[in-house]
């Protein structure tokens, strides 16, 4: 079974600040990892995956996290916070196949004027 | 294309009552989910349908049914609401074959109130 953890269900950052979100998954295969971002009262909307190609993902929106298997980690960042990035991050991971992704808890950014 | 779509937006139930959430997906998707988001709990999932023809169930599945009605259509039932189904129910699609690291993609949601 898998599952993933994210540090922080708030973090607050000052708009133009480096953003960090972090996420670390257990899986006993090799994962598939997912940024998902949701806006208020929105759906999800897919801001990068790993796919098992390169370990630094680039994504919508400046953003970008790299999959390091040592840590089993896969954490998000940004290098400068806009206010319209301010919404609910969740981190997943799959095993591939057809069930269903397994959620961290999520993170909600604050951005900070 | 609209991608996932749910209806209906908002529902308020009463204890004992009976609904049916749809969700319909136009990418020609072989796979389809249910889950349901609570605050502090990120998503879990309720059930999933791998392919026509076939349902399993997924973490939280007490409570509700599904038919996966065809390709595009996937649809959850409450039998007898209770107020601990008062949630943010998401439905998604992913192409799951021959691709195999399930990209999901998500409708709107529906926010189901149980009084």
Redesign the interface.
Known sequence: AQS?TQLG?HVSVSEGALVLLRCNYSSSVPP?L?W?VQYPN?????LL?Y?SAATLVKGINGFEAEFKKSETSFHLTKPSAHMRDAAEY?C?V?T??????T????THLIIQP | NAGVTQTPKFQVLKTGQSMTLQCAQDMNHNSMYWYRQDPGMGLRLIYYSASEGTTDKGEVPNGYNVSRLNKREFSLRLESAAPSQTSVYFCASSQTFPSSYNEQFFGPGTRLTVL
Not at chain 1, 96 to 101: F, N, P, S, T
Not at chain 1, 103 to 106: A, E, V
Request: proline share 0%; charged share 10%; net charge positive.
């Open positions: 993933v269900s598939y997912f998902y929105q759906g999800l909307q897919l995956k796919t969740f997943a799959s591939g196949g057809a069930d269903g992704l959620f961290g808890k999520g």
